[in-house]
């Protein structure tokens, strides 16, 4: 997940392409919520034991959200700079 943001970051990011980068990042979140929706509807399904199987789709939401920070310093700096 952090290298697909990464890839993203790097052939996406100019001041002038910000808006195609933020409508393919909402993009990629949206098909990471929906996948942990799915993972969880179907774990729910079929009722395991325990609360370890709630852990992959946390993951992914987590990961997904330590991406966009590394975007986010960026472009504060960029803000910044003016």
Excluded at 17 to 44: D, K
């Amino acid at each position: 997940m952090l290298g697909a943001q990464w890839l993203l970051y790097a052939r996406v990011f100019r001041p002038d392409a910000l808006r195609r980068w933020l409508q393919l990042e909402v993009a990629l979140q949206a098909l990471v919520i929906g996948g942990a929706a799915a993972y969880l509807l179907l774990e729910l399904r079929a009722r395991p034991p325990g609360v370890a199987w709630g852990a992959p789709p946390v993951a992914a939401l987590v990961a997904s959200a330590l991406g966009l920070q590394l975007v986010l310093f960026r472009l504060m700096r960029i803000l910044r700079q003016g």
